[in-house]
């Protein structure tokens, strides 16, 4: 198995039940603040996005619902959380999303999109793999909106961001055991990771253009934005 999927199945086993609950006890609901975020940087009345690694489905049926006559496409991974997010859009009868199990880096559509978002991807991503991937599927003039941890680099924050983790490990482990492995593994990967710097230089090998990193909540996460060469022709 690629180690990157490996690593994937291996941290998110058997969380998909709370990880919605999670992510936003965690995050003390700033994650509904990153999802907006990503959605105000989308185009005027998208008539399709893909949403890659989209978990459960936070972020995909948080477009849906703010853009009700795009056809929104969810691609995750994980089989766990593919019948969570299918399961509620049947019960919640959403009828503008879509749900298909796929490597971000694999996916191949039979249509263009008008954006293609994605959120705590980049850090996991084969990064030229994958903005090759968003390229072949985005139109001309299409976007890319993707947020992603990074970690501080003011002293200060730090210091706070490894208190939290310090914390999350000891008690957040107790009350969640599914979570253990993230809880523990998470800091370090972050911490390593370089993929606020690698993604623009991806981007730019590709050819997008307007290529802007946005950094948000006190150094502790990122939004990268880009456009696609070319005018958008519907």
Aim: hydrophobic share 45%; with cysteine; net charge positive.
């Amino acid at each position: 198995m690629d180690p990157r999927i490996e690593l994937v199945e291996r941290l998110f086993a058997h969380t998909g039940p709370t990880y919605d609950h999670i992510v936003n006890l965690c995050t003390a609901g700033i994650d509904g603040c990153w999802k907006r975020r990503i959605i105000a940087r989308l185009p005027p009345q998208p008539e399709r996005v893909v949403d890659l690694a989209a978990g459960t489905g936070i972020l995909t049926f948080a477009i849906a619902r703010g853009f009700p006559d795009c056809h929104v496409v969810g691609v995750e991974l994980r089989a766990e959380y593919l019948d969570i997010a299918r399961a509620r859009a049947a019960r919640e009868r959403v009828a503008n999303v879509e749900f298909i199990q796929a490597r971000a880096e694999e996916v191949q559509l039979t249509y263009p999109v008008d954006a293609v978002t994605s959120s705590y991807l980049a850090k996991y991503a084969d990064l030229p793999r994958l903005t090759r991937a968003m390229n072949a599927m985005l139109r001309a003039g299409g976007l890319i909106v993707a947020h992603e941890f990074t970690y501080p680099h003011r002293p200060v924050l730090a210091w706070a961001w490894e208190l939290y983790f310090y914390v999350l490990q000891r008690m957040g482990s107790r009350l969640y055991p599914q979570w253990r492995t993230i809880f523990y593994e998470l800091p370090e990967l972050v911490r390593r990771t370089t993929w606020v710097r690698e993604f623009p230089q991806a981007l730019r090998a590709e050819g997008f253009l307007d290529i802007k990193v946005e950094s948000l909540t006190a150094g502790g996460s990122a939004l990268v934005t880009a456009r696609k060469a070319g005018s958008v022709a519907k």
